[in-house]
């Protein structure tokens, strides 16, 4: 009975499985924007901006600006402080 279960777990871990086998999809939060100038100078709605490892000290003010973000990764920073206008 373990080596059956051990089997079948090991199918679900290596088995390949394809997105549409998963238990959940993953949420679309449409284009990924990587550089705060860029978001900025979108005319469509951002949604998601992914400012990962570029050596942020602080979150920038400009941020206040992008009301459509739902999806925000500021991983990889040395932020020590929050801008007047995100901490009221």
Sequence with gaps: MKRVLLLFLAGICFGGCSPQDQ??????FG?????????L??????RNLKLYDQQLTTV????SKLTAVERLSLRKNAIRALP????T
């Design 23 to 28: 238990f959940w999809t993953k949420p679309d």
């Design 84 to 87: 007047a206008s995100l901490a």
């Design 31 to 39: 284009k990924e924007y990587t550089r705060l100038a860029d978001a």
């Design 60 to 63: 920038p003010e400009e941020l």
């Design 41 to 46: 100078a979108s005319k469509e709605p951002v």
